[in-house]
């Protein structure tokens, strides 16, 4: 993975921006005296910028070459992040949000497109969950990091170590990233045509669910633990949560280049989620055993995504930019809608916050369900 390594870093610095809010939710909230619903609502805005973003300014940039795409991206990120650091307000983390949601938007999809477009066939699976896997690395390695920081300093310090990566990242691609182009995408209209496709619709549609399950319910996950233990707890169950994401998205690209059949292996995945999360209430005051459906939850939730891009770029090899940044869009569309929807539950009755998203992954299971059978 030596040709990819420092874009997976750059995802690195996405997964712990998106994800090091849900730990920071009890510091921010009285920085900008506002709820932990309110402050979650910038993960939502962050992730429904990236939802919007990533289609529509990856055809707007398809002339350049993805060396400068992935440099402006990880620029807007950067100061994006800057912004939130310094916000003296509410409104600004808002708008700072938004705007580290566009640059993410610009990266992500882009990346994941480079890493299938620098190495060989055989080992595109590992590759791209090499890649999305640094999201989770950032997750598992970035929020616990965060929380120290902030235990030393302040919130604000933790964004400016995501500012520091950011950098460090954005030199590595400018010194390490071959210059090329990746074929070009279609227009808009062709891309909007491509999502009503129904194989596409089919997929897109699984990726929804899990996401507004999985990252949605994720966002509120320190209310989870105050409602049931207590704030002291926090850090340890982002941990694993994390350590579960790590081992899902890295683990992942391995089984998809031996095991053939990736539609039976989403619909497995999303059967093992549903259960971890449905768990959650039921053994969370039992020593040790505890954990363990947030290091299943994890690591299904992260294992996801490669899958599902697998799956679109194998049916649609003349479009992979699109599917990619399709796919990745709906994932964040679906983390921005879990995160709105939780933000009006977490602080009231998250016993129905849990299972609303069980319900959710069972509308995924049967989809899948479904798009498995009519490919029988």
Known sequence: ??????????????????????????????????????????????T???ALSAPIFSTLLA???????????????????????????????????????????????????????????????????????????????????????TSFFNWRFAIGVIVFISIVSLILIYLLLPNFKLPAPP???????????????????????????????????????????????????LTVWGLGG????????????????????????LVVLALSIGLIPLLINLPVICFIPFLIWGAMGWATQAPQQHILIQNNPDHRGSVVALNSSINYLGSSIGASVGGLLATTNVLFLIYMMVVVLIIGVTIQAITLRMKA
């Open 48 to 50: 429904f910028s990236f």
């Open 187 to 237: 227009n808009l209209k062709d891309r909007f045509s491509l999502f009503f496709k129904p194989q596409v619709l089919r997929v897109v549609s699984v990726t929804l669910c899990a996401a507004v399950a999985s990252l949605g319910l994720y966002t509120y996950l320190s209310n989870i633990i105050n409602y049931y233990l207590s704030s002291e707890h926090i850090s340890i169950f």
């Open 63 to 149: 002339k350049f070459k993805v060396k400068d795409i992935l440099i402006l991206a990880m620029i807007i990120f950067g100061l994006a992040n800057l912004m939130t650091m310094f916000s003296p307000n509410y409104t600004m983390y808002i708008i700072s949000r938004g705007l580290a949601g566009v640059g993410a938007g610009l990266f992500s999809p882009m990346a994941v497109s480079s890493g299938a477009y620098l190495v060989d066939q055989k080992h595109k699976g590992k590759a791209l969950a090499f890649i999305v896997g640094g999201m989770s690395v950032g997750t598992v390695i970035g929020v616990p990091l965060g929380l120290q920081v």
């Open 246 to 269: 790590l081992i899902g998205s890295m683990g992942i690209g391995v089984v998809i280049d031996k095991y053939k059949n990736t539609r039976l292996l989403m619909l497995m995945i």
């Open 1 to 46: 993975m030596k040709k990819v390594w420092f874009l997976a870093l750059g995802m690195f610095a996405l997964g712990m921006d998106a994800y090091i809010v849900a730990g920071l939710l009890p510091d921010m909230s009285k920085s900008f005296n506002k709820s932990s619903a309110q402050i979650g609502q910038g993960v939502s805005i962050f």
